[in-house]
């Protein structure tokens, strides 16, 4: 259970708690003005890190519980949850 309430904190955290929302953008924006410098192409993968459920979900496991196993299964989870939303919102339109 303690898995599932770590995928359903970070989907919210990531994607649906909108007072979070323009701290998120602005913090993307950031980033994007310092990938144009050169020499920091590799702001990239932190703009994917910081903007992903599933990989948020599974690092954020993995320094909780020091398990791999159950840091893959909450990234698994936080996809499947999140799939299931966007149908949700989305495929009945």
Known sequence: MELLYISAV???AVKYFSPLEPVRQWVVTKLVRLMLKPRFGWVDKVITLI???M???FWSTLLI???LG???VVAILTR???LIIE???YGNK
Do not use: E, G, W
């Open 10 to 12: 970070t989907l919210l």
């Open 51 to 53: 903007t992903c459920p």
């Open 55 to 57: 990989c948020v979900s």
């Open 65 to 67: 519980t020091h398990s």
């Open 70 to 72: 159950k840091a893959a």
């Open 80 to 82: 499947i949850i999140d």
């Open 87 to 89: 149908y949700l919102q």
